[in-house]
């Protein structure tokens, strides 16, 4: 937890510093404006001293325009001291969203590791919304103790007594208003976590309701979600509680010292030790002096948020990848030859394959499970534990992430589209020959359903969609980038079988003489290849063509045929 709290500070301190021309020039503007309120009972004091007591007429016109003067300045400087800081604070919590959508969309990965969706949003969101207010807080802080110590000069002006109380009594009381923080801080942290959580299971549940509802899920759902908003309102409760006994706490200490100080005042008046003008100027200074101390208050609670949310954006910054990157190069236009050796990884054992450039593999797998961890090993999300996996000759683990999956590409079957056109959404995978890979995954019948045609813009997700629409798109795009070696998964198992075929005969068409694996058990799209791997247990235990197979292998038959 400390070196959380370590990296916390460090990602606080950053933002500050890369904004440190806004939080300085804001700082200054907002002294002017605290320095300008000061010396407004200042002034006072002096109109009444030297002009109102004295009757001069004259004086009293000059000292007015002097406080016209400083209320115009004052003014000024607020406005514009707010203008710096808001600036500086949107520009803090801009950066962060940027730096931690840079981190989760990372290639190396480990950002998403434990995780959901909604959390990370959150985090970026809300948590980066509250470092951002601790930049626009941070000139207030520092215009208050600005305020604070001219306050403590004039007073020591009026009055040796007065001035020293407020210089030597200041400190004390920011120290002890920061330890009323800790708390604070400490609830914060808490109840940003629960409504991250909370966040991401609606988001999950959102996602996949029409899975809950097929299977009549709905009512555990609806429970799993009342269970984490339950925990995130009781942490919401007591961060507000610890908001409130900081608040008070802190209204508490510095109301006592205000009161202290009014009495010395007053005390010394009495005595004569000070002018009626000095006496009015002590009080106006005095009840000038809540407002620096309200101020701070509002200041420390902000910070003590803005820690606790720093910490959890340094979480998500410093999260180890998920696999570790390579150094080595591929060609730049590679072979396509993959082989896999002795390969062991999570359901996978011992697994050997061999796919010849340019080759139309199937592999039908038994298991999803297998499937699953074989598609993440290829993909480059997961390393062997042992064996490898060679591309063209070279070992991927030791290849660079991005170039790796630059050459292999796995398309798995419920890939995400974007909120988007249908024509950008197949261009994200490449421009070039894109109304070939249309054509090859019957994307063109899907165009002439819509309204808009290709330039229809699709709902978040493609939910405006049918599955098989949906699938049929994604796949488009998949071919359209035109990999060395195209590791497709389940791509049709939501289109109709006259579909299937066509889509079979323009996978094998478009990608001739291009490496493409098929992991599947559709018989379309199997009898397309050139050889067809069954694997059971973690391994190949039968090969041949799919027509071979089926006539010669009843395991065969049971997964592909049944």
């Known amino acids: 937890m400390g070196s959380d709290q370590d990296s916390g500070k460090a990602v606080l301190r950053h933002s500050l510093t890369a904004q440190r021309r806004f939080v300085v020039g804001a ?12 010396l407004v009972p200042v002034l006072i004091g002096v109109v009444i001293d030297r ?15 002097v406080l016209a003067a400083v209320f115009v300045a004052l003014s000024f400087s607020f406005r514009f001291a707010l203008r710096a800081a808001e ?26 590791k434990e995780r959901l969706p909604g959390e990370l949003v959150n985090i970026a969101t809300g948590d980066a919304k509250r470092v951002g207010a601790v930049a626009g807080a941070l000139p207030f802080g520092v215009a208050a103790v600005g305020g604070l110590l001219v306050s403590g000069v004039f007073l020591l002006r009026i009055s040796v007594p007065l001035g020293l109380l407020i210089l030597l009594g200041v400190p004390p009381v920011l120290w002890v208003t920061h330890l009323l923080g800790k708390p604070l801080e400490q609830r914060s942290e808490g109840e940003q976590e629960r409504a991250a959580r909370a966040s991401g299971v609606a988001a999950d549940l959102v996602a996949g309701l029409r899975v809950l509802k097929g299977i009549g899920a709905e009512r555990a759902a609806v429970n799993r979600y009342r269970g984490t908003s339950q925990e995130s309102r009781a942490a919401a409760v007591r961060a507000t509680r610890a908001h409130g006994w900081h608040d008070g706490a802190v209204v508490a200490v510095t109301g006592v010292f205000l009161a202290l100080v009014a009495l010395v005042g007053a005390y010394l008046a009495m005595r ?81 394959l061999a ?43 030791t290849v660079d992430i991005v170039a790796a999956r630059r050459a292999v590409l796995v398309a ?36 002439r359903t819509l309204p808009d045609g290709a330039g229809t813009v699709l709902a978040e997700r493609g939910s405006s969609l049918s599955g098989g629409q949906r699938q049929r798109v994604a796949l488009a795009r998949a071919l359209a980038a035109d990999p060395a070696v195209l590791v497709l998964h389940d791509p049709t198992t939501a289109v109709d079988p006259v579909t299937e075929a066509r889509i079979a005969a323009g996978i094998a068409e478009l990608r001739a003489g291009r490496t493409t694996i098929l992991v599947t058990t559709s018989p379309a799209l199997l009898a397309t290849t050139d050889t067809v791997h069954l694997v059971d247990g973690g391994r190949i235990v039968a090969t041949g063509t799919h027509h071979e197979l089926a006539a010669d292998n009843a395991d065969y038959r049971s997964v592909v045929l049944t």
């Open 51 to 65: 002009a109102v007591a004295t009757g001069a007429v004259p004086s009293l016109v000059g000292w007015l325009g």
């Open 355 to 397: 796919v010849p450039a340019g080759g139309l593999v199937g592999m039908a797998i038994t298991d999803p499970g297998v499937a699953t961890d074989l598609l993440a090993l290829l993909a480059r999300t997961a390393n062997p534990e042992s064996g490898a996996v060679h591309l063209d000759g070279e070992d991927l683990s």
């Open 87 to 112: 600036r500086a604070a949107e520009r803090v919590a801009h950066e962060l969203r940027l730096r931690l959508t840079g981190r989760v969309l990372d290639p190396h990965g480990g950002a998403e």
């Open 27 to 38: 700082s200054a503007l907002a002294a002017g404006h605290q320095a300008g309120e000061a």
């Open 412 to 447: 798995d079957h419920d890939a995400h589209l974007f909120e988007e056109t249908l024509a950008e959404n197949v261009l994200a995978g490449g421009a070039a020959g894109h109304e070939r890979a249309m054509a090859a995954a019957t994307v063109d019948q899907v165009v």
């Open 272 to 352: 004569g030790a000070i002018s009626i003008g000095q006496l009015v100027a002590a009080v106006g200074l005095a009840q000038f002096l809540l407002t620096p101390f309200q101020v701070l208050t509002w200041v420390n609670g902000e910070i003590a948020q803005g820690r606790a949310s720093a910490s959890r954006i340094a979480t998500v910054l410093a999260a180890p990848p998920a696999v570790p990157n390579g150094s080595r190069r591929l060609a730049e236009t590679p072979r396509g030859e993959l082989q896999l050796a002795g390969v062991t990884a999570g359901r996978v054992s011992d697994f050997d």
